[in-house]
Each structure stands twice: as C-alpha cells, then as structure tokens.
C-alpha cells in the first residue's frame, strides 16, 4: 500500500518521501498555529487600545457634553482625527441620537 502511495522503488527513496510528507504535515501544523495565535493576539491587542482610546475621549469630551459645548467637543475631535491615525469619529447621546462627529480629510493611512 505504501509502495503505490509513492510509487519507489527503493527503500531509500521511500524514506526520503516520508520525511518530506512529514516534514510538509508539520510545517503546515505549525504555520497554522503561528497564524492562528498571531491573528488572535493582533485582534485582543486591536480591541484593547480601541476601548483605551474612546475611554480616554470619553474622559476628555465629558465636560463639554455635560456642558453643551460644541465647540470645544469638535476641537477635541478634530484633535484626535487630525493629530492620530484615527479616520472618524462618532458620539452619540443616551438615545443614539448623533450629538457630534468628526473625519480625517486626508486620503493617507498609514
């Protein structure tokens, strides 16, 4: 059975074959792996400073929400869209009614 799988003729050829097909069989294991605990760790680490950074807007725009101060809420936006790699902006009241928004004019991402 295992002569038709490799079709050799030789022992020596058979076992060259078999190490390359385990050799193939564990290189793909753990490719997959690597691939696998990388995409994971690039998403937790994404979503983590995702939360830090509208924790640490929510904490500087508070004020003027309470307040009503658009301007200074689209300051601190345009602060963030501008100054950081940060394409928009949204906030939203209580209700999801839009109170302010911001975007970066600019094509160019990094």
Request: hydrophobic share 45%.
């Amino acid at each position: 059975m295992i002569s038709k799988l490799y079709q050799s003729t030789s022992l020596h050829a058979l076992f060259r074959k078999s190490q390359f097909t385990i050799f193939a069989i564990t290189f793909f294991i753990c490719s997959f792996t690597f691939v696998s605990i990388s995409v994971f760790t690039i998403e937790t680490y994404a979503k983590q400073n995702l939360q830090l950074l509208s924790h640490t807007l929510l904490e500087r725009i508070q004020p003027a929400v309470v307040f009503n101060d658009k301007i200074t809420i689209e300051q601190i936006l345009n602060e963030y869209t501008n100054d950081h790699s940060i394409r928009a902006i949204h906030i939203y009241d209580s209700e999801h009614h839009l109170i302010a928004q911001s975007f970066k004019l600019s094509s160019h991402t990094f």
